[in-house]
């Protein structure tokens, strides 16, 4: 439903179609402590899959930088690689943020389980590429949506359009 102070211009319509899911596995957290903002900590990726219009894996490289906070959103950084199916490298980082009531991000801090439905979890991935027939991940914006797994995460990407 439109409201009064929308226009009916159809080039202000925006569009998300789902290019891959990511299943990524992490380590348990390096838990640096408290650095004034927040409690820092660094998970390391060991590893996953991608389906979707990109086929392939997450390599065992990278982590995902966290600065965990009690009352405003986590700040999240995650770096890493992804490998296709035709054996091209795809370099990934992702900025987002997770944010829950303190219970719930307790939960979450802990590596207990939560309801996906009590936590805002979205991201912004951005991709780099060496591959010329892989060049549309560059040229595009992709936001990200994300669910814990006891082990992981996992994330459907979308590209805006």
């Given amino acids: 439903m439109a409201h009064d102070w929308q226009s009916d211009d159809p080039n202000l319509e925006l569009g998300l179609e789902r290019v891959m899911e990511l299943d990524v596995e992490v380590e348990s957290p390096i838990e640096i402590g408290d650095t004034g903002d927040g409690q820092r900590?660094?998970?390391?990726?060991?590893?996953?899959?991608?389906?979707?219009?990109?086929?392939?894996?997450?390599?065992?490289?990278?982590?995902?930088?966290?600065?965990?906070?009690?009352?405003?959103?986590?700040?999240?950084?995650?770096?890493?690689?992804?490998?296709?199916?035709?054996?091209?490298?795809i370099y990934v980082q992702n900025r987002g943020m997770r944010f829950a009531d303190p219970a719930v991000s307790e939960r979450i801090r802990e590596g207990k389980p939560v309801d996906p439905e009590d936590v805002y979890f979205c991201s912004v991935p951005e991709f780099e590429v060496a591959t010329p027939e892989l060049e549309w991940l560059e040229n595009r914006i992709f936001v990200a949506t994300g669910t814990r797994q006891p082990k992981g995460v996992k994330l459907a990407v979308y590209q805006v359009g």
């Fill in 41 to 89: 900590r660094i998970i390391p990726i060991l590893g996953g899959t991608v389906t979707g219009k990109i086929e392939g894996e997450v390599l065992s490289t990278g982590a995902d930088y966290q600065l965990y906070r009690d009352r405003r959103p986590s700040e999240l950084v995650a770096k890493y690689a992804i490998e296709t199916a035709d054996g091209d490298r």
